[in-house]
């Protein structure tokens, strides 16, 4: 089977090869997406809102695809014009379990299956998850900011708190949620969770306690956005969800800030109705240097790369080699988003 290998910044195409390497009865062709990080970053931004005809038609791929079967990338854009070159095409396999960047109505109209991978990413999520509580709840990263510009800051409006003992909430709990949890372990916390599509066994699993979305709020010490970005989760989380934390309480968001009403936890924050938060996303990345954002002292802010390690990168290319082999060895891949609609289901 033919294989074009799409790198980007994030994921080399070097790392899928590597992943087939033992793989006798696969040709891995590869191509390099376009782009600096930045920019390559910035237009997975605009495909997560708008999709891949947001973005520049890929034109190396579009020349690199022609006798390909299956086409595997990252963040790289597949629209039609893609898939139109590449008349052979059976599946698109994404390295990543968002699909904002592949036309799926199209690739289900040309019969190409359109895979996601899950889980790639959710250990080192869940770990920045806990470096944030840590360093809000200690003023980590506020006192190395003060000794770097000369001083010696010891006053952050209080003694720090312990993680420890503390009662943690988990809006959502996928594979991130679940990675976290495990890790709280170690810390002896009192484990809520809101996510309306998880059993009450895999709870108990993890000795946590099912709570709905406002219970959530008002009881726990550190509240975690876990939850995918859907239609049904954009913007969940509003200022009637904040106005409910307790004054000494963090939040904590991982996930996607669309999931969250910035302009409402902006103000919880600026006002001091909650003591802290550590935020990896934001609706505009990089933030503008105007950013209010930036001023805020009860804020600990990392720049979008919860994902970003080198077991994430391994792993998103072993996923991604595990979906070709089945398509190999099958003919079809049990997890495509549309494997009922070309009949695999």
């Known amino acids: ?81 893609v898939l139109d070159a590449g008349p052979k095409l059976r599946a698109i396999v994404v390295a990543r379990s968002g699909l904002q960047n592949v036309d799926i109505a199209a690739a289900t109209a040309r019969g190409v299956a359109v895979v996601p991978v899950h889980g790639r990413n959710a250990t080192a999520v869940a770990e920045l998850a806990i470096g944030l509580m840590l360093s809000e709840a200690r003023a980590i990263a506020r006192a190395d900011a003060s000794v770097k510009s000369g001083g010696w800051r010891k006053d952050f409006g209080g003694p720090g708190r312990e993680v420890g003992g503390s009662t943690v909430g988990l809006v959502g709990f996928g594979h991130v949620g679940r990675a976290l949890a495990r890790r709280l372990r170690g810390f002896d916390v009192r484990l809520l969770v809101s996510d309306p599509y998880v059993e009450a066994r895999v709870l108990d699993e993890y000795g946590a306690v099912a709570v709905d979305l406002d219970t959530l709020f008002r009881e726990s010490d550190f509240v975690h956005v876990l939850a995918r970005l859907t239609p049904e989760t954009e913007r969940l989380i509003r200022a009637e969800h904040f106005a409910l934390m307790k004054p000494t309480a963090y939040f904590i968001n991982t996930a996607r800030s669309r999931v969250v009403d910035y302009d409402a936890l902006y103000q919880a924050l600026a006002e001091g109705r909650i003591a802290g938060a550590g935020l990896d996303v934001f609706d505009e990345e990089p933030l503008p240097v105007d950013s209010p954002w930036r001023r805020l002292d009860n804020v600990t802010i990392t720049t979008h790369f919860g994902g970003d390690t080198t ?35």
Do not use: C
């Open 311 to 345: 077991t994430t990168v391994s792993r998103s290319a072993e996923l991604v080699a595990q979906a070709v082999r089945e398509l190999v060895q099958t003919g079809r891949i049990s997890s495509a988003v549309n494997a009922r609609d070309l009949g695999w289901s």
């Open 1 to 81: 089977m033919r294989i074009l290998a799409v790198g980007d910044h994030f994921i080399p195409a070097s790392a899928y090869v590597e992943a087939l390497a033992e793989d006798v009865n696969v040709d891995v062709r590869t191509v390099e997406w376009s782009g600096d990080k930045a920019q390559q970053h910035a237009a997975q931004q605009l495909m997560e809102r708008h999709g891949p005809d947001a973005v520049a038609v890929p034109t190396e791929v579009v020349e690199a695809v022609a006798d390909a079967e299956a086409l595997v990338l990252h963040f790289a854009p597949v629209p039609v014009a």
